[in-house]
């Protein structure tokens, strides 16, 4: 959700309706909720630095008072104000998200919802989705990144399968993390343990799809989606692409990861040992 603070307005916005037209088919979690909220102002701050107003031209001296002149002056001033207001409006979002900030704004009703389709941090399902969660990650299993020190994705994936075989339904996956499959010549092949995993704990007959686009997802849902949205949120991603191959990242990452795996197989092996003493 927190890339649509980098979507066009009107892209945005539309996009936003076609995923609110579908809202009583999606899955979601506490985990997404944390995610986005976490994320949210950073992507407006981020939206905020890339908002510069036009620089000023110089005047060559013998055209200085041309008419032309005077009015690209006007023109740049003009731009230079609504920079500076969509500056105040992006701040305004920051600050009061309930009333400002419509990305926000449906993210909510989508986090609120009341259907068999949430999993929210109080129900009593989420014992048992944490527990299995948990199990996943400590073994290596998909989808987690290879420096993951915590189970969102996992918590999402379960809850997932849960929703599936609950509903005997199929499945439509928007991610553009490689954990969840990969992208080749511009088609996406969900990732083979996961794969296998749906078909055994869900059903054979039923189908897995990843995408990595939402509004190609939202097209697969019968969604009016015009080649505008499409080709603009495919700019938006790479845009984000080559932003996080920029990363910094501490040379001691793969390290530390590894320290916290083995941190975890060892609490995780003292719980199991611990219910066959109880038991």
Known sequence: MARFYRVRSDVSIALLKHLEAVSDRLIVTYQLEMEFKKNRQAAISEGLKSLVPPQNIPRPGLFSEARKIS???????SAAEQVQDLKKRMLEAMENPTTKDQVYQTAQRFFKKNDPLILKREDDAKKGIRRRAFRRFVHGCPPR????TSIGDAINWEWMIECAKKHNAELIIVSRDSDYGVTI???TFINDHLQDEFKDRVSLRKSIKLHTSLAEALKDLKQAITQEQIEEEAKIANV???????????????????????????????INNKKGSDG
Do not use: H, M
């Open 71 to 77: 009015s690209l002056k006007k023109k740049i001033d």
């Open 145 to 148: 990144k290879s420096g993951d």
């Open 185 to 187: 010549d511009k088609k």
């Open 240 to 270: 984000a692409a080559a932003e996080k191959s920029l990363e910094i990242r501490p040379s001691n990452v793969s390290e530390t990861s590894e320290q916290f795996l083995k941190s975890l197989l060892t609490l995780y092996q003292t």
